[in-house]
């Protein structure tokens, strides 16, 4: 075996919350071999190596807490696993993903660790931990590594695979607002915002809210000018034309200077601006032509041509262009003072996260020139200035320019096209003041506008536009999500699940369920093997008529795949029975210490995600699981068999919820304030056997009912009938 090798053994991709992170992870199992004897103090050369090649490892804080932290436990002397982690975070980010969790750990054989690194893309993770593996061996052996090159297949991939800038834009902002998403294409930016029925869509910057008629209409070039001219909006004079001789005579009509473009175009391309001449007019017209169905002449208007933003009916962003100009050195060439003066800017760059695209000597650009006396091979005098694009890219934010009378126009453009997100694009000389005063107009109505240019404008201010976007999308008080329940535990999780499940569908909502016995919409099975999985859970999610959705997870779920949902309104946790499940695949310890996998490290999870509005429903009768209670963010109902449990009664003491049998009766108490539903033996599930783990699934469903504030009537009915034949409801014939 060589000698100061790391082994990838086994990789666990986990989709959802797990015992690591309420985020998607993934988990290496790393063998390092003998180099559980070297840690980096005693390999030489590894610190300067490493800090060398990647000396934004600065920034990475570690046990510390502070910037160099990870540098100095570097120098003290940690081991391979932990270093490969903080490099695969630092490539990930160099890479254009996201800043992301780390974390390493033993397991019970020596040598042998987990490593879990974020998940943002799985092909993505899967690559920078094989090259962030080549890169820690080559600073171990102290081998030439090219980081930069290196870092090429990551980033094309990221490029390719993960949210562009406007779609994590929005994403960003549903998060903060705590709103859940999914990704629906493996490589697209087409993402669910919340849950089931209280989902939205968005593609980019259109939403489900977008019109198709709408984005057609404002496709068509020439019906948004009629149709936003009719109410008054400023649009300049032109027409759609059939021929180069055609657009000649159009020119002629309306008067030089003339634009010329295609009616349905975008980017951009095929537009001429300021033609003076009928031979320009000419050149332009071959070229539009080839880019849309047809071409417009319009009168080309005096200005800068701005990009004004509107979401929801209002302005939230504004952005000017600029003409890109050289200045003569007498020795470069045009396009060499093209590359020398404007490519050179960082700003700029082929990729969407450049604010600034690369300047090239394109058509529109050839004849700039022509009409200077130059062509790109031309080398200008010193000093002399050469225009080479009219309206470049919209980098330069003045949002807080806008004059409201044109803020108002823009919006009601939006508004009569019909679309919720919309950029307007105007020409006029000062966006300061209205646009009919000095002859301004609007020229475009875009939809599905890219957002990039104000999240990261070349000068000025970063703008909140994912925010308005969710705004528009989801009120003050929508969290995008459905009730949701969560149920897991050693044993008993099933029957606990269909109960709830049976409560919800008898309080009129469209449930779904995914449990060990299947996938049921209401009351209809639409899948009858074993549904524990992160799939059949995902699976209701998607589902827009879904409006409550209980899910019924494992132990081995969640080692193995990660929960189906972030976060729940309840979150169900039967027992804890350490001896009671194979999970050694996983190196489950049950008496481990606190850097090994233990159960209730696995059981924890269903505790954590509980939302701080919502509830978690512990087996107080079970030290293992009562033991949770203070990691919810939420609040906590006990149950337990008998009222004189310590842990319920001290619970209760506090004026807490609890769940139990007193008396002959099921009761439910805030404090000493008790309502008795039945007796146990009234419930066809419990029956006259009374078993203790029958008695706790009714009791533990009873109380989930409680914390989804379903009325007494609802949780006596749905467990006095559950397990009984129920009627159909009645369906509408037309």
């Given at each position: 075996m060589k000698t100061h090798d790391v082994v990838f053994r086994n990789t666990i991709s986990l989709r959802g919350p797990s015992i690591w992170t309420y985020h998607p992870s993934i988990e290496v199992w790393i063998d390092i071999g003998d180099l559980e004897d070297f840690p980096s103090n005693k390999i030489p050369g590894l610190y300067e190596r490493l800090s060398a090649w990647m000396p934004s490892l600065v920034e990475h804080r570690c046990n510390y807490d502070?910037?160099?932290?990870?540098?100095?436990?570097?120098?003290?002397?940690?081991?391979?696993?932990?270093?490969?982690?903080?490099?695969?975070?630092?490539?990930?980010?160099?890479?254009?993903?996201?800043?992301?969790?780390?974390?390493?750990?033993?397991?019970?054989?020596?040598?042998?660790?987990?490593?879990?690194?974020?998940?943002?893309?799985?092909?993505?993770?899967?690559?920078?931990?094989?090259?962030?593996?080549?890169?820690?061996?080559?600073?171990?052996?102290?081998?030439?590594?090219d980081v930069a090159e290196a870092l090429r297949p990551l980033r094309r991939l990221v490029d390719r695979k993960y949210l562009g800038p406007s779609t994590a834009a929005i994403?960003?902002?549903?998060?903060?607002?705590?709103?859940?998403?999914?990704?629906?294409?493996?490589?697209?930016?087409?993402?669910?915002?919340?849950?089931g029925a209280a989902m939205r869509r968005i593609w980019t910057a259109e939403t489900d809210r977008t019109s198709a008629i709408a984005e057609a209409i404002s496709r068509d070039k020439d019906l948004t000018k009629q149709l936003i001219g009719s109410v008054g909006v400023p649009v300049p004079e032109g027409r759609e034309v059939a021929s180069a001789e055609d657009a000649i005579e159009a020119a002629g009509d309306i008067g030089f200077p003339?634009?010329?473009?295609?009616?349905?175009?975008?980017?951009?391309?095929?537009?001429?601006?300021d033609l003076k001449s009928p031979e320009e007019v000419a050149k332009a017209y071959a070229i539009a032509v080839e880019e849309g169905s047809g071409v417009l002449v319009e009168r080309s208007i005096a200005g800068i041509e701005h990009r004004l933003l509107i979401v929801g009916g209002r302005l939230v962003a504004a952005n000017r262009s600029d003409f890109i100009t050289v200045t003569g050195d007498g020795r470069q060439t045009v396009r060499q003072l093209i590359d020398s003066q404007i490519n050179s800017d960082p700003r700029r760059g082929a990729t969407e996260m450049h604010p600034l695209s690369i300047v090239r000597i394109d058509t529109a650009a050839g004849i700039e020139l022509e009409r200077q006396g130059l062509n790109p091979e031309a080398i200008p005098a010193p000093g002399r200035v050469v225009l080479i694009?009219?309206?470049?890219?919209?980098?330069?934010?003045?949002?807080?320019?806008?004059?409201?009378?044109?803020?108002?126009?823009?919006?009601?453009?939006?508004r009569v096209v019909g679309l919720d997100i919309a950029g307007i694009d105007l020409v006029c000389e000062n966006i300061g003041r209205p646009l009919a005063e000095q002859g301004g107009a609007i020229v475009e109505v875009n939809a599905g506008p890219g957002l990039l240019m104000h999240i990261k404008p070349g000068e000025g201010?970063?703008?909140?536009?994912?925010?308005?976007?969710?705004?528009?999308l989801f009120a003050p008080q929508e969290s995008g999500r459905i009730p949701l329940v969560g149920v897991c535990g050693t044993q008993g999780r099933t029957p606990v699940a269909r109960l709830v499940a049976h409560m919800l569908f008898l309080a009129g909502r469209h449930t779904g369920l995914a449990c060990a016995d299947g996938v049921y919409l209401g009351r209809r099975q639409v899948q009858k093997s074993n549904a524990v999985s992160w799939a059949a859970g995902h699976r209701l999610l998607l589902n827009s008529a879904v409006d409550a959705a209980v899910i019924e997870s494992s132990?081995?779920?969640?080692?193995?795949?990660?929960?189906?949902?972030?976060?729940?309104?309840?979150?169900?946790?039967?027992?804890?029975?350490?001896?009671?499940?194979?999970?050694?695949?996983?190196?489950?310890?049950?008496?481990?210490?606190?850097?090994?996998?233990?159960?209730?490290?696995?059981?924890?999870?269903?505790?954590?995600?509980?939302?701080?509005?919502?509830?978690?429903?512990l087996n107080a009768e079970d030290e293992r699981v009562s033991g949770l209670a203070g990691l919810c963010d939420g609040k906590v109902i006990f149950f337990a068999s008998d009222r004189r449990n310590a842990t319920l009664d001290a619970h209760l003491g506090r004026g807490e919820r609890g769940v139990f049998v007193v008396d002959g009766r099921i009761a439910l108490a805030v404090g000493n304030d008790e309502i008795r539903l039945c007796r146990p033996c009234d419930v066809p599930m419990i029956g006259q056997d009374e078993r203790s783990e029958d008695i706790a699934a009714v009791l533990a469903a009873v109380a989930a009912g409680w914390a989804l504030d379903l009325t007494q009537e609802v949780i006596a009915t749905g467990i006095k009938t559950?397990?009984?034949?129920l009627p159909e409801p009645a369906v509408a014939r037309v």
């Open positions: 502070e910037r160099g932290g990870f540098l100095r436990r570097l120098r003290e002397g940690t081991w391979a696993g932990h270093i490969l982690e903080h490099i695969v975070i630092e490539l990930m980010v160099l890479a254009g993903l996201p800043d992301g969790f780390g974390r390493t750990r033993e397991t019970s054989e020596r040598g042998v660790y987990k490593l879990v690194v974020s998940n943002f893309h799985e092909e993505c993770s899967r690559l920078a931990l094989e090259i962030g593996r080549e890169l820690l061996l080559a600073a171990i052996h102290d081998t030439p590594f994403v960003q902002a549903a998060e903060e607002r705590k709103i859940p998403h999914i990704r629906l294409l493996d490589d697209g930016n087409l993402v669910q915002l919340g849950y003339v634009v010329v473009k295609p009616v349905d175009g975008n980017h951009g391309r095929g537009v001429f601006i694009q009219r309206n470049a890219n919209h980098a330069f934010d003045c949002t807080d320019e806008v004059h409201p009378d044109t803020a108002d126009a823009a919006a009601l453009a939006a201010k970063t703008r909140p536009v994912g925010q308005a976007i969710v705004a528009n132990a081995a779920l969640i080692l193995g795949e990660g929960l189906a949902y972030d976060r729940c309104s309840v979150g169900i946790v039967t027992n804890i029975l350490p001896h009671a499940e194979d999970l050694s695949r996983w190196d489950v310890q049950p008496d481990g210490g606190e850097y090994y996998t233990t159960p209730r490290a696995i059981y924890r999870t269903q505790v954590d995600v509980v939302l701080p509005s919502g509830c978690a429903v559950y397990g009984l034949e």
